[in-house]
């Protein structure tokens, strides 16, 4: 019996011992690992400034001083041009300094510096010339960057709303081969890089939320609110409610996609009845005064010559 105790004994201060090293090993060798991992990163963010231009730098580091003056200060504001920028697609933290800096700098500025030109350069141009040319640019410098998001999110939203029917069939075809429904996410994200980039990344958004430990009802959500259309939405409510209540997620995509197809349809159908009212104003504007020059020409010539 002591035999046995001296035995046990010995076994648990081998396992002790034993799991002790192993701790101490994992630690100092992750502990090195994220050293080099950082100074790989360092250094590589050392070179990346080195490449860059001084004149860049110093402009960057301009544009971040300039970003206070037309960056908003509303928090509702705030929150408005952070979901336009996750729409649009724009998820680096610098391009909301930059975006901002470059408001400031082409409102205020570029009107400065052209005023500084003209009075300097091109005396034969008056005051009020000046002032009307300075005021253009500012509006333009203020308007302009908002007109660019804008239109960034919009071309963004229509290329997913364009892709989302594709999406859909592929991860039901993903399902219906009995594939899990994160395992088909994850695979139709590689696959729809072929004819939609933005709904690629934002699949793999997605993706990268669910591999983190996120719910998967909680990355859906966040992969709604970025893309920011009510297809998405309701393509997310879908799948949460089919989740909830356990009921099949392949048919509940057939019917979805379906919808999706004849509401896209629908909108293309839309699009196409509104070019005879957008074509009107410009038959108007350009050919009606031809035509009326061509059948107006001769009989006012005769009247002219009659006359004299």
Known sequence: MTIFFQSLALLAIFIFAFMLTFILITFFTNQKKVKTRLSKVQVNASEKRKREHPFVIMFHQLLERLNEFSSPTKQHEQEGY??????????????????????TFFTFIVPILYVLFAALFMKDVSGSDMLIVALTLAAAGYYLPNAYLNSKVKNRKQEIFDSFPDLLDLIRVCVSAGMGLDAAMHRVS??????????????????L??????TRSSALQNFAIRCDLDEVKAFVAMIIQAERHG?????????????????????????????PVKLSL?????????IFVVMLAPPLSSVASIMK
């Open 209 to 214: 939320e669910l591999r983190a430990g996120a």
């Open 247 to 275: 009921t099949s997620v392949s048919q509940a995509l057939v019917i979805f996609s379906e919808d999706l197809r004849a509401k896209r349809k629908l909108y293309a159908q839309e699009v196409a009845a509104k070019i």
């Open 82 to 103: 952070k979901k336009k920028f996750v729409s649009a697609g724009i998820k680096n933290p610098l391009w909301t300094t930059r975006f901002f800096g470059l408001k």
């Open 282 to 290: 410009p038959i108007m504007a350009c050919i009606f005064p031809a």
């Open 190 to 207: 590689n696959e729809i890089k072929v004819s939609s980039q933005a709904t690629a990344e934002e699949l793999s958004q997605l993706n």
